[in-house]
């Protein structure tokens, strides 16, 4: 964190109805004086424990938006950020809100993804954050949709741009009765609300096939591309 040695590996996020790039994760990598890679998960885990969490958030979220532009992306980004980390949005997120301006991002394609909502006690803290993004032209992505909701009427009153369906749904789904109920049910919330579905983990064609007969708007997983220093520009499958 002294040396700032972030960078972003980026996943591609699929438009079903054409299956162009609509856009990518960035995905946060540590990188160590000996080139080796540090995961989110340690290095959230060390800042947790040092109490750095806002610090290394923000590096994040910055080092997303200058590695997308070093990449040259002109698809939309989505850059994760942990809500219990922000006290302030106008203080905590205005270096992020600058970062963007200088990198000449079109805001509407930020969009700025919340993890960890489950975690987040104060829910009217964390919808003032949310129109804080939105008021600056980016817009929200709500992760795990499924998993860390314990009301669906919570996920109504934040107004996301965006849900994506965790990927415990989506794995084996063309399995399981229960599991394509509940995602039936999410869709249709999400469309009576005019909010984008994105179906997160898809790693198979039986997978693929189950969500898109229910339907999905965008899609992520391994099926597709996994995270990569360079952005996969163009599909495989």
Known sequence: MQNKSLTSYFQPIIKADDRSIYGYEALIRGVKANGD???PDVLFDKSTRNDLNFKLDRLCRESALKTAAVKQITQKVFINFIPTAIYDPEFCLSST???AKQLEFDPKNIIFEVVE???VKDKE??????????KQGFEIALDDVGEGYSSLNMLIKLRPNIIKIDRNIIQDIH???LKQSTYRALYNLAKENGIKVLAEGVESSFEL???ESIGVDLIQG?????PS???LRKLSV
């Not at 803290?125 to 939105?134: D, E, G, P, R, V």
């Not at 391994?222 to 996994?226: A, D, L, Q, T, V």
Request: charged share 25%; proline share 3%; no cysteine.
């Open 37 to 39: 890679l540090v995961f």
């Open 97 to 99: 809100v600058k970062w």
């Open 117 to 119: 909502t489950e975690a």
């Open 125 to 134: 803290h964390l919808s003032n954050i949310l129109k804080f993004y939105q």
């Open 175 to 177: 399995k399981d009765e």
């Open 209 to 211: 096939e189950a969500i």
């Open 222 to 226: 391994y099926y597709f591309g996994r």
């Open 229 to 231: 220093a360079e952005p």
